[in-house]
């Protein structure tokens, strides 16, 4: 079946940048995610990128999607203390995009 | 807009005991999901649905009832709650196109 996977942890600088990484092995994903989980909260979507791109950037956010390899990352310049958290990478899928497939979450710690 | 709206925040529960978590919107989504959070597991979808009236299971639908009699609201059921249904619970809702899901702040369940 479908399935997503990231690194469960990543460790930077204040300032420095993180890359959080994804792979995914649905070749009919139609979006695909980036949501920020922050301790004892709900899942905020920080942004999407469509299939048929391969970059999107949002301030101190970048995506890039590689297609052709099934992998998706998501840059975040400048990290700050307050980026503490879990990244999940999650995917719709083609045939039933009423339903994500979730990664299980990279936890970013941000060292000053 | 309060956006998704979750209740209990916080319950305690004996084996066997029976209770019922609301999720409300008040996007007008017509897609609503209930997830399970657990340490290590990701996020694992419990049921969802895609219009009023309408439900279906997610990958782990064992112990759960849910129910969607208004558009709003999507309610999930323990009959009987086990030790194993300790968790944090999420709703979520999303409307067609993107697919974007909306969290609400979850509700962390014990059950001694």
């Known amino acids: 079946g479908e399935d997503v996977e990231q690194s469960l942890f990543l460790s930077v600088r204040e300032g420095d940048s993180s890359v959080i990484n994804c792979t995914y092995t649905?070749?009919?994903?139609?979006?695909l995610y980036w949501y920020k989980q922050e301790p004892g909260a709900g899942l905020q979507l920080l942004t999407y990128?469509?299939?048929n791109m391969d970059m999107k950037q949002d301030q101190r956010l970048t995506v890039l999607l590689n297609k052709k390899d099934k992998h998706l990352s998501l840059r975040i310049a400048d990290t700050q203390t307050g980026d503490s958290a879990i990244y999940f990478c999650?995917?719709?899928?083609?045939?039933?995009?009423?339903?994500?497939?979730w990664g299980l979450g990279t936890s970013l710690a941000v060292n000053p | 807009n309060a956006g998704v709206t979750q209740t209990p925040k916080f319950r305690v529960l004996k084996t066997g005991q029976s209770m019922t978590l609301l999720c409300a919107q008040d996007?007008?989504?017509?897609?609503m999901y209930w997830y399970r959070q657990d340490p290590g597991m990701g996020l694992r979808l419990i049921h969802y649905?895609?219009?009023?009236?309408?439900?279906a299971k997610g990958e782990v639908p064992d112990g759960y009832n849910v129910s969607r009699l208004k558009k709003q609201n999507f309610l999930l059921g323990l009959e009987s709650a086990a030790p194993s249904q300790t968790s944090v619970y999420f709703c979520?809702?999303?409307?067609?196109?993107?697919?974007?899901?909306?969290f609400g702040p979850g509700t962390r369940l014990t059950v001694l």
């Open positions: 979520a809702s999303s409307y067609s196109g993107t697919n974007e899901q909306f």
């Open positions: 996007m007008n989504h017509e897609y």
């Open positions: 649905s895609v219009g009023e009236g309408t439900t």
């Open positions: 649905d070749s009919s994903s139609t979006y």
């Open positions: 990128i469509f299939s």
């Open positions: 999650a995917e719709a899928n083609a045939g039933n995009n009423r339903k994500l497939i």
